[in-house]
Nanobody, 122 residues
Framework: VQLVESGGGLVQPGGSLRLSCLPS????????MAWYRQVPGKQRDLVAA???????EYADSVKGRFTISRDYAANTVYLQMDALKPDDTAVYYC?????????????????WGQGTQVTVSS
């Protein structure tokens, strides 16, 4: 499975961005889709995840500000990011997992996108 991300960029604190992830396979067939983020020198951390049954999980740091969703008509997963903070600055990666062990999302799935940079700065 190939994952293509888009939507990153530079935004001021308090602003919004929407990231998109387009998988090469049918979104229905992917059990867990997730977004991770990474800053230089640190590990890659889960931001949000969603199953094909609609269950969702968010990192505490983004609850109430970020929303993950699946659009089956567009075969795309979105991460709507509102009230952005400088601490949200990172490279954001889309991730896909097919195994039952991928939920709860304690470990990432086997497939990664190339990453998209999000920079929150005035």
């Amino acid at each position: 499975v190939q994952l293509v991300e888009s939507g990153g960029g530079l935004v001021q604190p308090g602003g919004s961005l929407r990231l998109s992830c387009l998988p090469s396979s049918n979104l229905d067939s992917i059990f867990v889709m997730a977004w991770y983020r990474q800053v230089p020198g640190k590990q890659r951390d889960l931001v949000a995840a969603i199953t094909n049954g609609g269950s969702k999980e968010y990192a505490d740091s983004v609850k109430g500000r970020f929303t993950i969703s699946r659009d089956y008509a567009a075969n795309t997963v979105y991460l709507q990011m509102d009230a952005l903070k400088p601490d949200d600055t990172a490279v954001y990666y889309c991730n896909a997992g097919f195994a039952l062990s991928n939920w709860p999302p304690n470990f990432p799935g086997d497939y990664w996108g190339q990453g998209t940079q999000v920079t929150v700065s005035s």
